[in-house]
Each structure stands twice: as C-alpha cells, then as structure tokens.
C-alpha cells in the first residue's frame, strides 16, 4: 500500500507570492497516476490535476503539477487570496495528510 | 452539468445504522466508478470503499471492511453506502464522487457531503 506524505504541514505566504507544495510517494507511482485536490472550509474538495499535470476543468493555469516516480509538486505560481486552503495528493486509496496555504 | 446530491446523514447512537445516498445527474452514470469519501470534523481525507461501473466489483478500507456496503442502482443513477455496527469514530462528513476514468481513482466530481454523527 503506497503512503503519501506531504510537505510542509503548514506553508505561511502573502497574496502575490509563489507556492511550492511536496507529495512524497513511498513507492514509485506507475504512469505518474497521482491527482491534486483543494479543499476550502465547509466545501467538498476540488479536483486540481490528475496525471500528475493534467490540468482538470476551469483550473487557472497560475496552478501546476510536475513530477514522477516517487516525487510530485504542485505550484502555484501567484497566489491569489482564494488560493489559501488546504491542498491533498492522492493515488487510489490513498490520500496524504494535506498541506494548509496560509495568509501570511 | 455534472451533479451529485448526497443524503441520509444524521445523528446514530454506537451500534446502529444509517444508509445514505447518492443522486447522481448529468452524466452517464453506468459508465463511472464511483465512491465514497469521508472526513472526520478538522482532519484529511480518507477513502472509504469505491464500486465499479457495473456493481461487479467493490473496495473497502479495512476500517470499514465487514460493516459498510457500498452498492449502486444504475437505472436510478444512484449510489448507496449501508453504514451498520457504527462506532464513535466514524463520525465524518461523507462525501459521494466519481472516478475519472483512467486516472487512478482521480475524484474529478464531488457531491456537497453529509453528516453522519455517531454519539450515545
């Protein structure tokens, strides 16, 4: 069973600044299948990226996904006040932990 | 446009047992894996079973494995999860989503989640 461990916990950033978000796969993830999710409070998360850089539907293209094998990022390159939120990784079954964007 | 509409949540005492529902429009439900997500009040996510496109074949985490059933109706584009022996920490937000096709489970439609609380 693939773990998924993100990083940092907490990222602390001001609107205009860029976002760097890590998904760590405890064992090579085939086809590069991992999906990024964002998750505002009180609303079902959001699908970002599948694939790994498959932008989904209505995603602002400031939002990217990268990676392969056991190492993913997701960045966001000018954050925008309805960007802080919490963000998740996920392959199958398993989701990480998340990573909460805050105001700084 | 896409929608799923869930339903069925509430209030159980340990022991007992909820079923919820999910109403899915706007696409060819038959055709989707679909599932279950859920999240307990200020933590992640956590998958909770998924079932294929037509019943044949369904997954659980292990949590669950024995006490939830996942199933689906394809002619009433609905989608099912019988909850019973409920304990205290499957208290969460259940979420139905389907599966995009060939992503690895990607959840690329989420419907707005119901409450299930499970307290004596």
């Known amino acids: 069973e693939i773990v998924l461990t993100q990083s940092p916990g907490t990222l602390s950033l001001s609107p205009g600044e860029r976002a760097t978000l890590s998904c760590r796969a405890s064992q090579s993830i085939r086809n590069s299948l991992l999906a990024w999710y964002q998750q505002k409070p009180g609303q079902a998360p959001r699908l970002l990226f599948y694939g790994a850089s498959s932008r989904a539907t209505g995603i602002p293209d400031r939002f990217s996904g990268s990676g392969s094998g056991t190492d993913f990022a997701l960045t966001i390159s000018r954050l925008e006040p309805e960007d802080f939120a919490v963000y998740y990784c996920q392959h199958y079954g398993a989701f990480g932990r998340g990573t909460k964007v805050e105001i700084k | 446009e896409v929608q799923l509409v869930d339903s069925g949540g509430g209030l159980v005492q340990p022991g007992g047992s909820l079923r919820l529902s999910c109403a899915a429009s706007g696409f060819t439900f038959s055709s989707y894996w679909m599932g279950w997500v859920r999240q307990a009040p200020g933590k992640g996510l956590e998958w909770v079973a998924n079932i294929k496109d037509d019943g044949s074949e369904k997954h659980y985490v292990d949590s669950v494995n024995g006490r939830f059933t996942i199933s689906r109706d394809n002619a009433k584009n609905s989608l099912y999860l019988q909850m019973n022996s409920l304990r205290v920490e499957d208290t969460a937000v259940y979420y139905c989503?389907?599966?995009?096709?060939?992503?690895?489970?990607?959840?690329?439609?989420w419907g707005q989640g119901t409450l299930v609380t499970v307290s004596s």
């Open positions: 989503a389907r599966e995009a096709i060939g992503t690895a489970s990607a959840r690329d439609y």
